[in-house]
Every structure is written in C-alpha cells, then in structure tokens.
C-alpha cells in the first residue's frame, strides 16, 4: 500500500497542476462523467512527473521486497508514453512503448523488443476500464511473456483490481461517478456540451 503521506502528496501535485478537472466529459468509454482526471498537465512539469513516479517506484519496491522488480516498463501510447518513460527511470530498467495497429490491438514497433523471461509492468496515467492495458497483456501473451504486472498513477475503476489475478499498483484510488448517456434524463443540459478529455476518440 501507498503510504498515506505519500498519497497526499500525489493528491496535491495533481491538484497543483490542474489535472483534476470539474465540468461535462465523454469519456472514452463513450460514458458521461462531471469529473476528469487529466494526467497529462501533472505530466507536462518533468519535476513533478518524475517525484510522481519516484513514489510510486517506492511504493512497488516496498510492496514486493525487491529493489528491482521488473526488467521493462511497457506504456501503450499515446497516453503512456510520458508516464511509462518515467516509471522506467524511477525503477531503472527500459521503458518501450507500444503503438495501435490499424486493425486493433498494440505492437511493439521502432525495434522495441521484450523477451519472454523478462518481468514486465505495463504502465498506465489513469485506469478506468483498463482498456489498452490488456490490450498491451494480449500482445505480451502473444510474445510468450508470462510475467506481467500493472500500475498507475489513478485507479479510478471502481474496483480494488480490475486485472484479475495479476498485480496492481495504483498510486491513488479515486471516486469518479460516470454514466451512460441513456440513463441521462433527454433534456440533460451537461450532454450537449461535453467535452471529449482523453487522448482517443470516444467508442462508438
């Protein structure tokens, strides 16, 4: 577990540096939300970026008692790319990241490898469904890569672990209703002018 002090810390930076939004969002997911968390402007500021993930690095040290858990850090971009490069540096091993096909899923591409033996943590800034995150497992699956764990900076899932039986790690756990357009009463006025926050389009 994070250490409360060390939560309150993360809290504060996001909240320094903006990246918890208020207003009307489509979420990827295609839900409406009135709450936002964009880690991106916390990730903008490379000093706060880095003291981000130096806690969390910490905090995974503490949780497996190995001061060096893993041998890569894989992020999916584009949103992962910044948070996964200094989740890499904070643990001191690679970081890659993986890039979408155009028929769906990740590939590693750029001459990017990760050997089936190597311990690998996909990283990513805000989980909420933990979409790309196993999409970016399926492609390792696919590699023969059976060590795999997860992290974030916000677990705003709803959930403890929404991975199953693979490890997870959040920094922070935060409380963000969301819901489907269709449970909206029709003259919702916050609909009509949502915004879409994320870094892909909304589901269709």
């Known amino acids: 577990m994070v250490h409360s002090e060390q ?3 993360a809290l504060k930076l996001l909240r320094e540096s903006q990246a918890l939004l208020e207003g009307d969002f489509l979420l990827s997911s295609g839900r409406y939300a009135q709450s936002y968390v964009q880690c991106a402007q916390l990730l903008q500021y490379p000093d706060k970026a880095e003291e981000v993930c130096q806690i969390l690095a910490r905090s995974i040290r503490e949780h497996t008692g190995d001061g060096k858990p893993f041998d890569v850090v894989v992020g999916p971009a ?3 790319v910044t948070i996964g490069y200094e ?3 904070a643990l001191g091993v690679r970081g890659v990241f ?3 096909k155009a028929e ?3 590939q590693l591409r750029r001459g990017f490898m990760v050997e089936p033996q190597e311990r690998v943590l996909i990283v990513e800034d805000v ?3 933990g979409g790309s995150a196993k999409e970016v497992l399926t492609m390792l699956d696919e590699m023969g890569v059976k060590q795999v764990s997860f992290a974030s900076l916000v677990n705003r899932s709803g959930v403890e672990n929404p991975f199953g039986e693979s490890p997870y790690y959040p920094l922070l756990a935060l409380e963000i209703p969301s819901w489907d357009p269709s449970e909206l009463p029709a003259d919702h006025e916050g609909l009509a ?3 879409k926050p994320g870094s892909r389009p909304t589901a269709t």
Do not use: L, P, Q, S
């Open 104 to 106: 769906g899923g990740f």
């Open 78 to 80: 584009m949103g992962a």
């Open 127 to 129: 989980v909420t469904t």
């Open 7 to 9: 939560a309150d810390r």
């Open 87 to 89: 989740m890499a540096r």
């Open 193 to 195: 002018r949502a915004v």
């Open 98 to 100: 993986a890039e979408r």
